[in-house]
């Protein structure tokens, strides 16, 4: 079963603009990390926020973890075309060690 | 090392046949994980490894489904029996005990199984 539900499933933007997704989850985390996949490859790790964290940049990226309402949210700034991809969410439960991932949100850069 | 390595990257076969796939993590790596992925949809956990002992198995992995990590290097993932609903990318994970929860987990590039 899928921990957590990205909002939206889809998202198309021009390239330089921002792209923000948002990531809920069901059960108390350990840490929450954020992957992007492109088309018919494996996922690469963008991002890692622990529990006791709220905001965190990496680049262009900013992420946010409210646990209170738990929620995460994923922001990319200055869009470029390559930004084309899956965004998954994926959180590590308390005690565990294993991903568990929602379904994605699926990013459309327009040149 | 370039990373976590699965070969091969696709695998079409007919059903009722049976289909090995090979993943080689970071050789540092002592955790190994292998995840399932259907179109449209997150990886889903199968199973994990830490060194050669097979630690958790997900229910998803039927009786038909069977994963070994020998002297805790390189793994293999094995479905009999292949059926169509078993069609998805088989993706490999890796990381360091404890540094998963740092710095993430490494994927492979992923199998993908298609069966007709």
């Known amino acids: 079963s899928q921990q957590g539900e990205e909002d939206p499933q889809a998202l198309s933007i021009q390239e330089g603009e921002n792209a923000t997704m948002n990531c809920s989850y069901k059960?108390?985390?350990?840490?929450l990390q954020w992957y992007r996949q492109n088309s018919g490859r494996g996922l690469v790790h963008l991002i890692l926020?622990?529990?006791?964290?709220r905001e965190k940049h990496s680049g262009r990226l900013r992420v946010t973890l409210d646990t209170s309402k738990k929620s995460s949210s994923l922001l990319i700034t200055a869009s470029r075309a390559a930004d084309t991809a899956s965004y998954f969410c994926?959180?590590?439960?308390?005690?565990?060690?294993?991903?568990?991932f929602g379904a994605g949100t699926t990013v459309t850069v327009r040149a | 090392d370039t990373g976590v390595s699965q070969d091969p990257r696709h695998k079409i076969t007919k059903r009722g046949q049976n289909v090995t796939f090979r993943c080689d993590p970071i050789?540092?790596?002592?955790?190994l994980y292998w995840y399932r992925q259907t179109l449209g949809q997150g990886p889903e956990f199968l199973t994990y490894?830490?060194?050669?002992?097979?630690?958790?198995k997900s229910r998803l992995l039927s009786d038909r489904f069977s994963a070994e990590r020998p002297k805790g290097s390189f793994s293999t993932l094995e479905i009999q029996r292949t059926e169509q609903g078993d069609s998805a990318m088989y993706l490999c994970?890796?990381?360091?005990?404890?540094?998963?929860?740092?710095?993430?987990?490494?994927f492979g590039s992923g199998t993908r199984l298609t069966v007709v």
């Open positions: 994970a890796s990381s360091l005990e404890g540094s998963g929860q740092v710095y993430g987990y490494t």
């Open positions: 994926a959180t590590v439960n308390t005690n565990d060690y294993k991903l568990s």
């Open positions: 490894f830490q060194n050669e002992a097979q630690l958790e």
């Open positions: 050789s540092e790596h002592n955790r």
């Open positions: 059960t108390s985390i350990n840490n």
């Open positions: 926020i622990r529990s006791n964290e």
